[in-house]
């Protein structure tokens, strides 16, 4: 059974940081991608970051140089460490890989305030 969990979302001032985690089950963790997506209220869910398995990273342009995804393998943890967070970054943040079929997390409320 393919299990997702995050963690780590909160409400957070602009300027300030979260890390995000990721931990998943059920799958041999050390050969996925993963990636990070996000959805705000009334928008489509976007890719915010993504990691090969061999550890190759690329980023939404919105958070760009601000976000970093990194993955931690004799964990099965992927991480999302958000700096310099701005409003426009609220949103439910899941974690996202692919086995046999798409696999998302329960999501992780992320809330910046001005």
């Known amino acids: 059974q393919v299990q997702l969990v995050e963690s780590g979302g909160g409400l957070v001032q602009a300027g300030g940081s979260l890390r995000l985690s990721c931990v998943a089950s059920?799958?041999?963790?050390?050969?996925?991608?993963m990636a990070w997506y996000r959805q705000a209220p009334g928008k489509q869910r976007e890719v915010v970051a993504r990691?090969?398995?061999?550890?190759?990273?690329s980023y939404g342009a919105s958070v760009k140089g601000r976000f970093t995804i990194s993955r931690d393998n004799p964990k099965n943890t992927v991480y999302l460490q958000m700096n310099s967070l701005k409003p426009e970054d609220t949103a439910v943040y899941y974690c996202?890989?692919?086995?046999?079929?798409?696999?998302w997390g329960q999501g992780t409320q992320v809330t910046v305030s001005s």
């Open positions: 996202y890989t692919f086995h046999f079929i798409d696999r």
């Open positions: 059920g799958i041999i963790f050390t050969i996925k991608d």
């Open positions: 990691i090969t398995s061999g550890g190759s990273t």
